[in-house]
């Protein structure tokens, strides 16, 4: 698989973020949060700042027939912090290794549906960058790592597959007790970019955490997040819209697929989009404790037809007292 030029459509159903503003010829995004710099140097080097800091965006490019586009230079990105704008300290389109917690639902009503989302997680590993360290986390009215707390690497599809084989479907859905747990063990991952994708048939109906704790904490973390509604028509208990909120908050995608194929390509279109995606950082402005609106803007030729995606800002450090 080439990292560069883009990557066609399949047959999946993504429901993409509201349109942002445009400016002629430019389309907004927005950014990420604070990392170490000597993170990020591992798996990004193309970088220039004295500061020990860099706010970092994960940016999605796609063109109007919805495919990604990965050739873009860095002179065509600005970048701006609460309207102000902040000099480039890196860019990267190389296709970086990530962290990734695939959370999956297996409460009692995902009894028929777990072969596939076994299928489809599968075929996600088969199409990440073989480095990515995955985590699987799995959740009824409990949350338990499959993996006991270990690694896996996508390019070891045995182990992977042996941790999703534990997967006993029974109970209720504690989902955001689930998201909270997928959140603390990608906090303490080896790869500076981290994502989740979540697959669940239905809303929550025994968590301690709530909604607003799940969001709260997304906000302060550089995780993007992908989720997957399995819906079954008129069973109760469903939130897409909850589903949805999740994807807009992290810069994210909400998908919604009807059967097996789709399910299948869902997972394949969101391993490609993590590697067909750019690294943008710059130093922070401020070190204000504040949440922080970023714009990405683009120009060039083709600026029009593009579209732009990354979650919509992120909360600066501290200074020290």
Same mark, same amino acid.
């Given at each position: 698989?080439?990292?560069?030029? !883009?990557?066609?459509?399949?047959?999946w @159903?993504?429901?993409?973020? *509201?349109?942002?503003?445009?400016?002629?010829? %430019?389309?907004?995004a927005?950014?990420?949060?604070?990392f170490? #710099?000597?993170? %990020?140097?591992?798996?990004?080097?193309?970088?220039?700042?004295?500061?020990s800091?860099?706010?970092v965006? *994960?940016?999605?490019?796609t063109? @109007?027939? +919805?495919a990604?586009?990965? +050739?873009?230079?860095?002179?065509?990105?600005?970048?701006?912090?609460?309207? @102000?704008?902040?000099?480039? !300290?890196?860019? !990267?389109?190389?296709?970086?290794?990530?962290?990734?917690?695939?959370?999956?639902?297996?409460?009692?009503?995902?009894?028929?549906?777990?072969?596939?989302?076994?299928?489809?997680?599968?075929?996600?590993?088969? !199409?990440?960058? &073989?480095d990515?360290?995955?985590?699987?986390?799995?959740?009824?009215?409990?949350?338990?790592?499959?993996?006991?707390?270990?690694? #896996?690497?996508?390019?070891? &599809?045995h182990?992977?597959?042996?941790?999703? @084989?534990?997967?006993?479907?029974?109970?209720?859905?504690?989902?955001?007790?689930?998201l909270?747990?997928?959140?603390?063990? %990608?906090?303490?991952a080896?790869?500076?970019?981290?994502?989740?994708?979540?697959?669940?048939?239905?809303?929550d109906?025994?968590?301690?955490?709530?909604?607003?704790?799940? %969001?709260?904490?997304?906000?302060?973390?550089?995780v993007?997040?992908?989720?997957?509604?399995?819906?079954?028509?008129?069973? &109760?208990?469903?939130? *897409?819209?909850?589903?949805?909120?999740?994807?807009?908050?992290?810069?994210?995608?909400?998908?919604?697929?009807?059967? *097996?194929g $789709?399910l #299948?390509?869902?997972?394949?279109?969101?391993?490609?989009?993590?590697?067909?995606?750019?690294?943008?950082?710059?130093? $922070? &402005?401020?070190?204000?404790?504040?949440?922080?609106?970023?714009r990405?803007?683009?120009?060039?030729?083709?600026?029009?037809?593009?579209?732009?995606?990354?979650?919509?800002?992120?909360?600066?450090?501290?200074? $020290?007292?």
């Amino acid at each position: 698989m080439g990292r560069r030029g !883009s990557w066609d459509k399949r047959d999946w @159903r993504a429901e993409s973020l *509201p349109a942002l503003p445009a400016f002629p010829a %430019l389309f907004l995004a927005a950014a990420l949060c604070v990392f170490p #710099l000597e993170a %990020l140097a591992q798996d990004l080097p193309t970088f220039q700042a004295s500061s020990s800091e860099l706010v970092v965006l *994960p940016v999605v490019v796609t063109n @109007r027939d +919805d495919a990604y586009v990965a +050739d873009l230079a860095a002179n065509q990105f600005a970048v701006y912090d609460n309207g @102000r704008r902040q000099q480039v !300290s890196l860019f !990267s389109n190389a296709d970086t290794p990530v962290s990734a917690a695939v959370v999956i639902d297996d409460s009692g009503s995902m009894r028929n549906k777990l072969g596939q989302v076994i299928a489809a997680t599968l075929a996600f590993a088969r !199409s990440s960058n &073989p480095d990515d360290e995955l985590f699987v986390i799995e959740f009824n009215e409990r949350v338990r790592d499959a993996a006991g707390e270990g690694t #896996l690497t996508a390019r070891d &599809p045995h182990a992977l597959e042996a941790a999703l @084989r534990t997967l006993k479907p029974a109970g209720q859905t504690a989902l955001y007790d689930a998201l909270m747990v997928g959140l603390d063990r %990608l906090e303490r991952a080896a790869r500076p970019r981290k994502v989740v994708v979540l697959m669940s048939d239905g809303g929550d109906n025994a968590s301690r955490a709530g909604l607003e704790d799940v %969001l709260a904490r997304a906000r302060r973390s550089n995780v993007t997040i992908y989720a997957i509604g399995l819906y079954d028509q008129g069973a &109760p208990d469903t939130n *897409p819209d909850v589903l949805k909120k999740l994807a807009e908050t992290t810069g994210g995608q909400r998908y919604l697929p009807k059967s *097996p194929g $789709p399910l #299948l390509a869902a997972c394949e279109r969101i391993a490609r989009e993590i590697r067909s995606g750019y690294t943008l950082g710059y130093v $922070p &402005p401020d070190r204000d404790g504040r949440f922080h609106l970023v714009r990405v803007l683009i120009d060039g030729p083709n600026a029009r037809q593009l579209r732009v995606r990354t979650r919509p800002g992120y909360f600066a450090a501290r200074a $020290p007292e």
